[in-house]
């Protein structure tokens, strides 16, 4: 793919409101996940981080969160370092799972609540956040319902309401559309699309979806096989509000298949003979 | 209109054909001990004789001040049992250090036959009321630790991670999370500590105590009268069951309301 392709190649942007710096994870001696990645994100960016399943996409998340510890390198969020949860210094996160993980026990609004109150936030502004939020994701109706009574759609809603309620720095989203059904799926990358040009929310969309990733994203982080390094950083060049049928996005997919093809490894594979042609 | 009677049809079957199953087994065990009253020679008492000590104990004041009193002590025996095994099953859930410190303890104290607790008490503390109590205390701590660690090991550890992200905080995250999630292994635990806590009290009263319902059993056993002995614990049994159902069963639908 040459830069002068419908996707342009970018340079890591010169907004760095999120920055990543030699990222190394590793979970034992042979197995490394991350090796010397860096990113950078601009502050309001809609980013995704693209790559093939397994390649260490979740876990560059999870360093993000603090819910994991990396081996070298660093990562700052609003110039201040993330990756300590439990450290009331570090900047504030709201994380969508690719499942839902609301308390089963209390119900949708409870569920709200429970994360606002953990962020210190007064009564009254609770109340409002859970109303605001609620409608924002088109769920308010059920705000006294156990969360086990909704479908899937209806539960990652609130999920993603969970996470812009407790008004973050940066939320992550980690393949979250991945277990709904396409239908639906579709009418959730819509709405995000236009909840996100709404918000001005700082995002980071883990997928490994290229269409999903050029439809929602302004830049798509392209990372290898596992250990996850960046290999090539995109920047979507398609104007707002986008069609997930568009044509241009389907050439730009066509583009980008090609060029990932074998570094997620699917160069290699031998045609057999018979099936040939 | 076949397709109606079969959705709606079964719930009555089902449940008349339970009620013959309980009303068949009821019937099929009095049938047995009546047997075992004519072939026994006159020492199984028949169900007549025992109708009878029943209706004289349960119409005798004093027999419900015996009940209280071994109320009282199940009462205690529950409360320490239920608070230290929690604890402890709660920490060893979820620390494998606390887990390496106690487990070879706890499984000794599985191990150790119910009545080796209460002779050693007695031996060591005398047969005053606390001896007995600390007894059934030790002996019923490792059944709940037992149950509440594999309740705490079997949480959903995505929910440990959301906890981590919004940070829940210690004490959000063991009463929001923790003590959910283990609820109904906890009502468990707790279900089970209640029964157990009846069958030990009765062997302690009966060994070192004057007063309470294993005390009075035991007395009917010295008096050859075994009629008395199953009438007291006919009673005692259907305190317990109205127990369960007043407060347990309750407590249980509120907790757990969220899965129905």
Same mark, same amino acid.
């Given at each position: ?121 007064? =009564?009254?502004?609770? %109340? ?5 939020? #609620?409608?924002?994701?088109? &769920?308010? $109706?059920?705000?006294?319902? +156990? ?93 707002? =509000?986008?069609?997930? %049928? ?5 050439? #730009?997919?066509?583009?980008? &298949?090609? $060029?990932?093809?074998?570094? +997620? ?13 | ?260």
């Amino acid at each position: 793919m040459r830069r002068e392709d419908a996707v342009t190649l970018g340079p890591p942007g010169t907004r760095d409101y999120i920055r990543v710096e030699g990222l190394r994870v590793s979970y034992d001696r042979e197995n490394t996940a991350i090796e010397d990645l860096d990113m950078v994100v601009g502050k309001g960016e809609f980013v995704a981080v693209l790559g093939p399943s397994g390649c260490g996409k979740s876990t560059l998340l999870h360093v993000m969160a603090g819910l994991l510890r990396p081996d070298a390198g660093r990562i700052d969020i609003g110039g201040r370092p993330a990756g300590g949860a439990a450290n009331g210094e570090s900047p504030r996160i709201g994380y969508v799972f690719q499942d839902h993980r609301l308390l089963p026990w209390r119900t949708v609004g409870q569920n709200l609540s429970t994360v606002l109150r953990a962020a210190e936030v007064n =009564p009254e502004e609770i %109340e409002e956040r859970i109303d605001r939020y #609620l409608g924002m994701l088109h &769920v308010e $109706r059920f705000r006294d319902t +156990w969360p086990m009574r909704l479908s899937g759609g209806q539960r990652q809603r609130v999920s993603i309401a969970r996470a812009l309620a407790v008004h973050p720095a940066v939320v992550l989203m980690d393949e979250p559309f991945s277990t709904l059904d396409e239908v639906t799926a579709r009418l959730m990358r819509q709405q995000l699309a236009e909840l996100w040009q709404e918000s001005g929310q700082t995002i980071v969309f883990v997928t490994h979806s290229i269409r999903e990733a050029l439809f929602l994203a302004d830049r798509i982080y392209i990372l290898t096989r596992g250990p996850a390094r960046v290999f090539d950083v995109v920047t979507v060049p398609l104007d707002r =509000p986008r069609g997930y %049928e568009d044509p241009r996005l389907t050439e #730009l997919e066509g583009q980008i &298949v090609a $060029r990932v093809m074998e570094v +997620w490894g699917y160069g290699a594979v031998d045609v057999p003979p018979d099936r040939e042609g | 209109m076949a397709v109606r009677a079969a959705r709606v049809g079964p719930i009555g079957p089902e449940r008349l054909r339970r009620a013959q199953a309980f009303v068949v087994a009821a019937l099929l065990a009095l049938a047995v001990w009546q047997l075992a009253t004519f072939i026994s020679d006159g020492w199984v008492p028949s169900l007549a004789e025992i109708a009878t000590a029943f209706a004289e104990d349960v119409t005798t004041p004093s027999v419900y001040a015996e009940i209280w009193i071994t109320f009282k002590r199940i009462l205690i025996a529950f409360a320490g049992a239920t608070s230290v095994g929690i604890a402890l099953g709660v920490a060893m859930g979820l620390s494998r250090r606390i887990t390496a410190f106690f487990r070879p303890i706890v499984v000794l104290g599985l191990a150790i036959p119910d009545p080796v607790y209460i002779i050693v008490a007695i031996l060591v503390l005398g047969t005053d009321e606390s001896s007995g109590l600390i007894a059934m205390i030790l002996a019923l701590i490792p059944f709940v630790v037992n149950i509440v660690v594999s309740g705490v090991r079997s949480r959903d550890r995505g929910l440990d991670e959301m906890s981590s992200v919004y940070r829940l905080g210690r004490r959000r995250y063991l009463i929001d999370v923790v003590a959910r999630q283990v609820a109904p292994a906890l009502i468990a635990a707790i279900r089970t500590c209640f029964a157990f806590s009846w069958k030990l009290v009765v062997l302690v009263e009966a060994l070192t105590q004057p007063r309470g319902i294993g005390a009075q059993i035991y007395l009917s056993f010295r008096l050859l009268s075994p009629e008395h002995m199953i009438a007291l614990a006919l009673i005692f049994i259907l305190v317990l069951r109205a127990v369960e159902a007043l407060v347990f069963a309750p407590v249980e639908r509120r907790v757990l309301a969220w899965m129905r």
